[in-house]
C-alpha cells in the first residue's frame, strides 16, 4: 500500500468528498435451495422478502443519517502540512436525501472548480450486518466508483479508508478521511496525508452548513 502522492491525490478526491454502487447490506440466510426444477411457492417467497424486509429495517444509525438530509452549502481548502490553506477555497452545493426507506443517504454534490462546475454522486450507509458506515461516490472526472469503508459515530467522527488502484502503474493506494458533525447544521470533512515526518495530518478540510430556509420557503443560506 502507498500513499496518494499530492497531485494525484487531489484530482482524484477534490470532488469526491475524500471518500461501484453502494455495497447492498447483507440479508437473512436464505433457506436451502428447492430441488432441481422445482420453483419456490409464492408463499415461501412473500415469508422471505418479509424476513428480509424486517432485518434490514433502519435502526438509529440510520436515524442519524435521515437528520442529515437537507441542503448544504461547502467551502473545501486544501492545507499543507502546517495546515496553512494552499491556493483557492473552492465552493459548492449539496444535497442530501434519504431513500429506499430511510436504508440510505444519497449525496448529490456540485462544486465549482477550475474550468466549471463538477458534479458527484454517491450513498452514505451504516451495513447493520457488517457493522460499518459505507460511503461510495462516483464523479464526472472518473469513470470509478469508490467505496469507503468506516467506523465511529457522527458525532465523535466516523473515519473511513478508502483503496483505489492507481491508472498508471496499478498500485494500490489507501485514503483516509473523517467525517463528523461540529454542531447543528455544519458537517466537516477532513481527508488525511502523510507529513514529511511521518506523522498524519489534515491536507483537505472541507466544511458544509445546513441552508436555512425562511418562513417563505426561500434559501436563507
Request: net charge positive; aromatic share 6%; hydrophobic share 40%.
Amino acid at each position: 500500500m502507498t500513499g496518494l502522492g499530492p497531485k494525484r491525490r487531489d484530482a482524484r478526491w477534490c470532488i469526491a468528498l475524500a471518500i461501484g454502487l453502494a455495497a447492498c447490506s447483507s440479508t437473512p440466510k436464505a433457506p436451502a435451495p428447492a430441488p432441481s426444477g422445482a420453483q419456490a411457492a409464492p408463499s415461501d417467497l412473500a415469508a422471505l422478502v418479509a424476513a428480509t424486509d424486517a432485518a434490514t429495517r433502519p435502526i438509529e444509525a440510520h436515524r442519524k443519517l435521515a437528520a442529515l438530509a437537507g441542503e448544504w452549502t461547502l467551502v473545501s481548502v486544501a492545507l499543507d502540512d502546517q495546515g496553512r490553506t494552499i491556493g483557492k477555497p473552492h465552493e459548492g452545493r449539496a444535497e442530501l436525501t434519504m431513500i429506499l426507506g430511510g436504508r440510505y443517504l444519497q449525496w448529490r454534490e456540485v462544486q465549482d472548480l477550475p474550468g466549471g462546475p463538477r458534479e458527484s454522486l454517491g450513498f452514505f450507509a451504516y451495513d447493520k450486518v457488517a457493522r460499518e458506515w459505507q460511503w461510495s461516490m462516483a464523479t464526472d472526472l472518473s469513470t470509478g466508483v469508490g467505496l469507503a469503508r468506516g467506523e465511529g459515530s457522527l458525532d465523535s467522527g466516523v473515519r473511513f479508508v478508502l483503496e483505489v488502484v492507481d491508472g498508471q502503474d496499478g498500485t494500490v493506494l489507501r485514503s483516509r478521511s473523517r467525517l463528523r458533525a461540529l454542531q447543528p447544521g455544519e458537517l466537516l470533512l477532513e481527508r488525511f496525508g502523510v507529513a514529511k515526518d511521518g506523522s498524519e495530518v489534515v491536507v483537505r478540510r472541507v466544511l458544509y452548513q445546513r441552508v436555512q430556509r425562511s418562513a417563505a420557503g426561500g434559501a436563507g443560506g
